[in-house]
C-alpha cells in the first residue's frame, strides 16, 4: 500500500512540475532599453562627460586631455541631441 501511494505521489509531483514547462504560452518581454535607444545614448555621453570631470578633479587627466575629451563628448551629445529631436517632433 505503502508502494502503491509513493508512486501514485511521484506522479502527481512530475505532473505538477512538468505542465507548466510544456503547456504555458510562451510570451516575449520587451525592455525599456530597446525602446528608448535614442535616450540611452544622450545618457550615456552625459555619464562619460560627468565621469571626465571626476577623473579631471581627481588628477589624472591633464588639462589638456581633459579639454578634448570634453570638447569631443559634447559635440558628440549635441549631435545625438540633434536627432533624437528631428526624429521626435
Known amino acids: ?12 509531483t512530475v505532473i505538477v512540475i512538468i505542465y507548466p514547462l510544456y503547456f504555458q504560452k510562451i510570451t516575449k518581454h520587451i525592455s525599456e532599453e530597446t525602446i528608448s535607444s535614442s535616450f540611452n545614448e544622450q545618457d550615456s555621453l552625459l555619464s562619460a562627460i560627468t565621469e571626465l570631470e571626476e577623473e579631471f578633479q581627481l588628477g589624472r587627466l591633464s588639462d589638456a586631455d581633459y579639454q578634448h575629451l570634453k570638447l569631443h563628448f559634447q559635440k558628440r551629445y549635441l549631435h545625438a541631441k540633434q ?3 528631428s526624429e521626435n517632433p
Open 1 to 12: 500500500m505503502a508502494l502503491l501511494f509513493s508512486i501514485f505521489l511521484f506522479i502527481i
Open 83 to 85: 536627432i533624437a529631436e
